[in-house]
């Protein structure tokens, strides 16, 4: 398998076509996300730096452990290495400004409604679900509060290690509000000048776990709102109507889900309704 592999000018490893071609399989069937032809040499650098941090010689060596293991820890590791995850707090707005009209306004006037269940798949370092953890807290009274389920699902543990620490770059909090910054972080000083952290009281709301939702997804309660958005922008149609499938299974009748406003779904399940581009109401009755 080495052999495969060649140098470049500088000595860094230069994959060849076919190891390329075969990461480029393996991460569609596995992760179910296209990795670019263009992406070749970002994948090597990426791939080094992994070798670096751990007890791989090269990236040869590691794409050959990943294809002949099954190993989920090292599918873990690399799927880690090679994705990216650019996210902030509030992204698109709208899509909160619908929450708040459609859903929060909905749980609070409903009394008989014992619990609301919220689901933020791919939630990267974390922006997304605290986002609605915040929105709730405002919106919501204590004892409402109480019956908010609000999970976060990635498939990156370095991801989910920086969401359940709550420390993010002052860039993700510009589209917050200044008195919602105030009332829920914390500035960074000396070191950490440059950073926010968010409060106890917001971090409290959320629970976070390991996810591929490339896989059968686990046996959890109906939601009423799940939100997957700028997860699937790099699919193919067919992962995008499984995976659509898939998450509206896990919608409450009448649950809504969210996909990003740059993600085009041309060919959605029959039984969705589009209300408005990029959010899609389960039908059956309402939550």
């Not at 076919?18 to 596995?30: D, M």
């Not at 269940?117 to 009274?141: D, H, N, T």
């Not at 939702?213 to 958005?229: K, Q, T, V, Y």
């Not at 499938?245 to 009448?254: A, D, V, Y």
């Amino acid at each position: 398998m080495g052999t495969l592999a060649t140098k470049n000018t500088k000595g860094q490893e230069v994959l060849a076509q076919e190891q390329f071609n075969k990461l480029q399989n393996f991460a569609k069937e596995h992760w179910g996300f296209d990795i670019h032809p263009n992406k070749k040499n970002l994948v090597e650098n990426r791939l080094s730096s992994l070798c670096r941090k751990n007890k791989f010689s090269s990236p040869s060596e590691v794409l050959e452990s990943l294809f002949k293991t099954d190993s989920k820890d090292l599918q873990i590791l690399v799927f880690d290495s090679l994705s990216t995850n650019l996210t902030s707090f509030f992204r698109d707005p709208e899509h909160f400004d619908f929450f708040e009209k459609e859903i929060l306004e909905t749980f609070r006037k409903s009394k008989g409604l014992s619990k609301l269940r919220l689901w933020s798949a791919g939630c990267s370092i974390g922006c997304e679900p605290y986002s609605l953890a915040i929105q709730c807290k405002e919106s919501l009274s204590a004892s409402q509060l109480s019956k908010i389920y609000l999970l976060g699902t990635d498939y990156s543990v370095s991801v989910l290690a920086k969401a359940k620490e709550a420390v993010f770059p002052k860039e993700t909090v510009q589209k917050i509000q200044k008195d919602l910054l105030h009332r829920h972080f914390l500035k960074g000083v000396g070191k950490a000048e440059g950073k926010v952290k968010l409060k106890n009281e917001i971090q409290a709301l959320v629970h976070f776990r390991l996810l591929n939702l490339m896989e059968s997804l686990p046996g959890m309660e109906p939601f009423d709102a799940i939100f997957c958005r700028n997860v699937m922008i790099y699919f193919d149609e067919n992962t995008q109507a499984s995976l659509i499938k898939r998450l509206t299974e896990q919608l409450k009748p009448g649950g809504w889900l969210f996909v990003g406003s740059a993600e085009s779904l041309p060919r959605i399940s029959s039984n969705l309704i589009s209300v408005r581009p990029s959010i899609f109401q389960k039908q059956g009755g309402n939550s």
